[in-house]
């Protein structure tokens, strides 16, 4: 099998066979407009990989390599990509609604009218990445992230120590879903 062949999945079920039998470098594979909503691809290598325009929503991505992947207009509503390498990522015009990126690393990363509405990001390294045009709510959660000029944003008006927590739990208030 030549490189060009390898770097080649042909449709879902060979991408599914081949990682439940362990594989999990796909690294510069293309798998440009794929539909993987909803699989579970914990730990795999798709750095480099083209995914453009793929739909990877509510996808478990958790510590996946995707570092210089081309992730341009994919589709990642609800996707865990916690802790996941995106790097030097296109993510530009990426659908990243409600996804978690806690403690992913985004360091030069080009988010150029990502929509990051209602997104997580915690602990989260936006070094050097480009935010130009991101679309962001208030659900959006920055709380300490690397910022790409450096300094560290937190979410100070979402942020409850356990003391308070627990007060407010016993006072009878039980939703907190925005809290950190």
Known sequence: MDEKESTRIYDLQELRRRYIAGER??????????HLSEFFLVDINLSGANLEDASLGGA??????????NLERVWLNSALLIKANLSNANLRNAKLVNVDLTGADLTGADLTGADLTGAVLIDTNLTDANLTDIKTTEQ??????TMPDGRIQNDLNRTLSAEELLR?????????????
């Open 140 to 145: 959006t959660i920055f709380h300490q992230v």
């Open 60 to 69: 478990n991505l958790i510590n996946s390599n995707l570092s210089h992947a």
């Open 25 to 34: 470098n796909f690294s510069g594979f293309d798998l440009k407009n794929f």
């Open 168 to 180: 407010r739990y016993g006072e009878g208030e039980r939703n907190f879903q925005d809290k950190i």
